[in-house]
């Protein structure tokens, strides 16, 4: 096939889907365009060369924007569902140890490698953020190892604006900032759609350093008393993942010793604290609630680290195994950190294999390979609900969503963390299943399901949109998913690697 004909190709499949998602037949479209079925038929199947003014008149016919200049606009994927996976596929590395790190990395003057870090939309950003202010970053090999040189002096009026807006981790940058300059200010953050989020948590963390922040429009203003500490033990007014992290950051260069009180122990928080202690800086209590923070104020050091795996994305694989009723292996599964959701599972009648656990590449965190087979399941007694660790995983129960759609009975889900992400998964009834909000937090599913193709839109939260993906995988005929850079932003590669398994997903854009 010519480079001419698979483009031709690429615009007839488009034409196909628009045309389809308008409810027109191709005689319908015919009549719009004056013009004759057959003249469809090969313009769809790339068998017509186009005029613009062609391009032109069927965009105006399926209210479509056909012609776009350039290939910035979103990206979609094309999921033909129904297939069966098989094969082995390896969990990467964690995405938010790996956002985390990168924050990290600002406490540093010497020179930091991280292994196999993960190359996602949400590093891209960071890596741009860190780029504008003056750090120099590159990507070693094809393996996905990463170099940051920070310099002694960050041109942090140079910030580019636009890449942090596009990120929540740049919040994490307040910890490392406050020991370097003493006023400085952060763009607004962004990230998932989730609900109301505010800085106030990280306040309660950061202001016993002597952080003050003033929210204005667009930005926070950080003014930071240097070498204040804290005279008796942080308390978090919430267990946070990105709150305890902070407080670490800031702990870490002062010099003396941090109380840690309600502190997260969750999978990112302990690569953090491993990593920190790379750096030099001695902290007790990792893993549990309580960590002592024995802080350096000057570090200078050549540091060589490998983020742990992700949990998350782990779930992602086994909830896709599942779905597809396949058997398949995900091999490097943190099993700390999905000790609760395999145990929920097995209640529900899940049977799979797990071999002997091994250590990760940063020596601390137990590893196991997990095979799947094609289960019947059926619905929990209980409601499933997360809790901050060692319990289930807030950014795992979405997949149970799609899970529950699958098993025999009624399942409630409760998110009582997020305010809104649970009005998401209702778009599961789109594709078939019975999924019914209770209220802002809960849904009641009610399975099994006879999963159907559909068109839509990306949620625009990170999980919910993965777990459509999912559904789409196990719903017979052409399912279409529609801008899916929030997808992009915690996942790389994602079509591609299922594809490997056996799944066909399709890349595309809007030409």
Known sequence: MTERDDYLGRIGTLIRDARQHSGLTQAQLAAELRTSQSAV????????????DMLARIGSALDSEIVSVGTSGPSHLRVKGGTTLKGAIDVKSSKNAGVALLCASLLNTGTTVLRKVARIEEVNRLLEVLDSIGVK???LNEHNDLELVVPEKLDLAGMDAAAARRTRSIIMFLGPLMHRVPEFELPYAGGCDLGTRTVEPHMTALRPFGLKVVATDGSYHASAAQGTG???PIVLTERGDTVTENALLAAARYDGVTVIRNASSNYMVQDLCFFLEKLGVRIEGIGTTTLRVHGEPDIRTDVDYAPSEDPIE?????????????SITVCRVPIEFMEIELAVLEEMGFVYERSAEYMAEN??????DITTHPSQLRAPIDKIHPMPFPGLNIDNLPFFAVIAATADGQTMLHD????????????LNKLGARVKLMDPHRVLIEGPTHWSGAELVCPPALRPAVVILLAMLAAKGT?????VYVINRGYEDLATRLNALGAEIETFRDI
């Open 314 to 326: 782990a779930m992602s694989l086994i909830a896709a195994a599942i779905v597809t009723k396949s």
């Open 416 to 427: 009582w963390v997020y305010e809104n992400r649970a009005i998401y998964l209702t778009e």
């Open 137 to 139: 970053t590159r990507w």
């Open 363 to 368: 020596g601390q965190t137990r590893l196991v």
């Open 230 to 232: 804290p005279e008796r």
């Open 479 to 483: 399912s279409v998913l529609r801008s």
């Open 41 to 52: 038929n090969r313009i769809e199947k790339g068998q017509q060369n186009l005029t613009l």
